[in-house]
């Protein structure tokens, strides 16, 4: 069987390491796959060093499409991908997670009669100011098989009227990379720099358009972080989206140190160490559940309940006095431990291929 894998962004390419890996360990299973990148990152730090640290093989393509407006990027991925496709038939098309390159690749797979495979299907934030719960409404409509995280997109997807059949609980495939990664953790050199150590210090990650296009907003929300920590230290490595607005932000803090974005080995090293993490990332939120690390999502909602009813996910919203009381319970000691969400144990990527390889060969 022929497939191909499509990938254009940050938590793409740590989502579909393990698969490829996958596919390499078992011959068996008969599946020779051709890898997509649609440019839709390409910053070094944001693509190529994750290729490089993951050991993801180079790219059949690269379609560089580069940033744009929502339309713009998916247009051009959309363009780009439709001739790639009919240059190279394939049986399946697999897509990842919920960024524009999967939305895309998934409309123009499916109009060209190529069967398409979600993995991360079916979560939800019924939130549709964020532009992933556009793309993954409609990458969802149109899949032919749902790989899910979690029991909650299980449901989502029934509730939509897909057939059991086709939906496959196989566990959470970025927690594969995780555990592949646990003994190459690197620690970054912004550690030393400021002589941090283990629980000195936090981490903040924050890159989605409601918290940082608004630089008053951002403003505040570091403010309340300074004031949260106390006399601690922040480690901020910033997304470009968050780069460009600070840019033209006149903000400077002693307490929360601004650094680019790391590689994964010295990101999971920042947060496995911290004492507790801020963000708005979907993936952080699953990292720390794995980790115990304790996790404050700036978010108003999440995809991934799981994060908050399992693992160590507490929601804040833009309720800054929260954030502060949350950001001291975390000194004083005052989190929950939180327990490893069921499949999240390293071995998706085995179980994608496994079903994907034993999938009917008139319906695949
Ligand atoms: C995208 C995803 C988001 C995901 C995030 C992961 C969509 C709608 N959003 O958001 O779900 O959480 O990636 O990191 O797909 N830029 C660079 N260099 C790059 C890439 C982007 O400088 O390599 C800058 C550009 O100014 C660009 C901006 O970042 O306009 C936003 O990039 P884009 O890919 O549109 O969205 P992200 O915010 O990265
Ligand atoms: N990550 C990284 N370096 C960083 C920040 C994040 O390697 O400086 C990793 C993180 O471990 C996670 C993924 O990037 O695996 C999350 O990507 P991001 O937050 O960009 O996207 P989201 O998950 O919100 O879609």
């Not at 920042?270 to 720390?288: F, K």
């Not at 978010?299 to 160590?312: C, D, M, S, V």
């Not at 009381?325 to 004083?332: C, F, N, P, T, V």
Request: aromatic share 6%; hydrophobic share 40%.
């Amino acid at each position: 069987m022929k497939i191909t894998i499509v990938a254009g962004a940050r938590p793409n390419f740590i989502k579909i390491a393990p698969l490829i890996r996958a596919i390499k360990r078992i011959p068996e299973a008969g599946i020779q796959f051709r890898l997509v990148h649609t440019g839709q990152h390409y910053d070094e730090k944001l693509s190529r060093i994750f290729f490089e640290e993951l050991e993801i093989p180079h790219p059949d393509i690269n379609l560089a499409v580069g940033s744009g407006s929502q339309a713009e990027q998916t247009a051009r991925i959309m363009v780009a991908f439709e001739k790639d496709l009919i240059t190279n038939p394939t049986n399946m098309v697999i897509v990842v997670g919920d960024v524009n390159s999967t939305m895309a690749c998934a409309i123009v797979a499916k109009k060209l009669r190529v069967i398409v495979v979600h993995i991360e299907a079916g979560i939800r934030s019924f939130d549709f100011t964020m532009p992933e719960e556009v793309n993954r409404v409609v990458t969802d409509a149109l899949a032919d098989y749902f790989f899910t995280t979690s029991s909650f997109a299980n449901e989502n997807l029934l509730k939509t009227g897909v057939d059991q059949s086709r939906i496959f609980f196989v566990g959470n495939i970025m927690i594969d990379t995780l555990v592949w990664a646990r003994n190459k953790v690197k620690r970054p050199v912004i550690l030393d720099l400021h002589a941090l150590n283990r629980g000195d210090y936090y981490v903040v990650t924050l890159h989605r358009p409601s918290n940082v296009d608004d630089i008053t907003k951002m403003k505040k929300v570091f403010s309340a972080i300074e004031e949260g920590i106390g006399n601690s230290r922040a480690i901020f490595p910033v997304h470009p989206r968050t780069a460009k607005n600070l840019e033209s932000a006149d903000w400077k803090s002693e307490k929360i140190i601004l650094t680019e974005p790391l590689s994964y080995f010295e990101f999971i090293y920042l947060i496995e160490n911290a004492a507790g993490v801020v963000t708005d990332s979907g993936g952080v939120q699953e990292e720390t559940t794995v980790l115990h690390v304790p996790c404050i999502t700036l978010r108003a909602n999440t995809e991934r309940p799981e994060t908050i009813t399992e693992g160590t996910n507490e929601l804040i919203g833009d309720d800054l006095p929260n954030l502060i009381a949350a950001l001291r319970r975390i000194q004083s000691g005052a989190t929950k431990k939180g327990k490893v969400p069921a499949l999240w144990d390293g071995r998706t990527a085995d179980r994608i291929i496994k079903i994907l390889s034993d999938l009917d060969p008139i319906s695949r």
